[in-house]
């Protein structure tokens, strides 16, 4: 996004009253502006695209830019207290088999080994991803209809027993 689009994103805050905005393009760079609650200022967050090789950063209304902190959410979950599922392709994550049905899991659901947690569409094909081990959910950590990579962490599970 350009500057000037950013600006429009803010001029939008400030007409409507609207707290947050969030624009994600579907190579996956994604830019959200929210207001702050103390300052009653704006910042804006923009994750780079996958080209992109800078940091992302926090703008303010004052034009001061600075990094933003960068948590990985994967990071958080070691695979020696936690199991968790990756993707085994490139492709599209799916929470449910079609729109209008409900998600396969939710967070806190307990699943059995074998279960179906998601879909991966790879070329138009459905992918069904089967969890290999039983637990209960405790994240997950990419949003529906959002690409993911080979290997990118998708759910975590606390293991049964």
Known sequence: MNEREIRSLIAILEETGIEEIEIRKWWGAKIRVSRRSSAGGTIIQATPSIAAASPAEVVSTAGAVSPAPVEDEASQFSEATHYIIHSPIVGTFYRAPAPDTPPY???GDTIKAGQVVC??????LMNEIQAEKGGKIVKILVENAMPVEYNQVMIVLEPEG
């Open 105 to 107: 899991v939710e967070v």
């Open 119 to 124: 879909i991966v569409e790879a070329m138009k």
